[in-house]
């Protein structure tokens, strides 16, 4: 049983920067794909980011791209949320995922096994 938990979520001014921690306990995470999501207020879970379990391959979403960075130390069971030039619309939970039967990463949010309780992020004008 793999526990996640995030950190790093803070109110930040737009333009700024953030760096969101995903800490994993209870079992390794070398080897399966994670993701990072965030739900704004009212709206879905939107994927964010993705990384295979190698970090050989990284996905973005539109939003994201560009702006933000995926990366994970398998070492440290840990995986990293680089954000800038971050705006209003970022303002949102955070939330990282784990796939415990892949290394490659997917779309489908359901496929994911483990999740974190999130952090939250909140960007001010």
């Known amino acids: 049983q793999v526990h996640l938990v995030e950190s790093g979520g803070r109110l930040v001014e737009a333009g700024g920067s953030l760096t969101l921690s995903c800490t994993a306990s209870?079992?390794?995470?070398?080897?399966?794909?994670m993701v990072w999501v965030r739900q704004a207020p009212g709206q879905e879970r939107e994927l964010v980011a993705a990384?295979?379990?190698?970090?050989?391959?990284?996905t973005y979403s539109r939003s994201a791209k560009g702006r933000f960075t995926i990366s994970r130390v398998n070492d440290r069971n840990v995986m990293y949320l680089q954000m800038g030039n971050l705006t209003r619309e970022d303002t949102a939970i955070y939330y990282c995922?784990?796939?415990?039967?892949?290394?490659?990463?997917?779309?489908?949010?359901?496929?994911?096994?483990?999740w974190g309780q999130g952090t939250r992020v909140t960007i001010s004008s």
């Open positions: 995922g784990l796939d415990a039967d892949s290394r490659y990463t997917t779309t489908n949010l359901a496929m994911y096994d483990y």
């Open positions: 990384i295979r379990g190698d970090s050989t391959y990284r």
């Open positions: 209870g079992g390794p995470i070398s080897g399966y794909a």
